[in-house]
């Protein structure tokens, strides 16, 4: 049974950080992908960051330069650095897995793939 579990949201002011974490359990899969996505009230869900079991990232072009994501050392912890933060990425973050899936070089492939698991989110607020 796979289970992902976010921490981390909080409220911010403008220009500020929040580090988000996803803590993976029942992900056995040797190539996966694992995602950040957000979505704010009354727009689409949206895919901010992907990291593959290569180690390849992409992220959307709204967050670039902002935000990181990486894994911990155990690969079963998922996490995501916010810097300069804006209230435009005042959104309800969730985590997600997906063992069919891979980062794609210059494409947005992985930002928009349909993820099989998913966490229950966590609120960031940016003011």
């Known amino acids: 049974h796979v289970q992902l579990v976010e921490s981390g949201g909080g409220s911010v002011q403008a220009g500020g950080s929040l580090r988000l974490s996803c803590t993976i359990s029942g992900f056995g899969y040797s190539s996966y992908c694992m995602a950040w996505f957000r979505q704010a009230p009354g727009k689409e869900r949206e895919g901010v960051a992907v990291?593959?079991?290569?180690?390849?990232?992409t992220y959307a072009d709204s967050v670039k330069g902002r935000f990181t994501i990486s894994q911990g050392n155990s690969k079963n912890t998922l996490h995501l650095q916010m810097n300069s933060l804006k209230p435009e990425d005042t959104a309800m973050y969730y985590c997600a897995a997906d063992d069919l899936c891979e980062v794609v070089p210059d494409t947005p492939y992985a930002l928009s793939f349909e993820y099989n698991y998913w966490g229950q989110g966590t609120q960031v607020t940016v003011s």
């Open positions: 990291i593959d079991s290569g180690g390849s990232t």
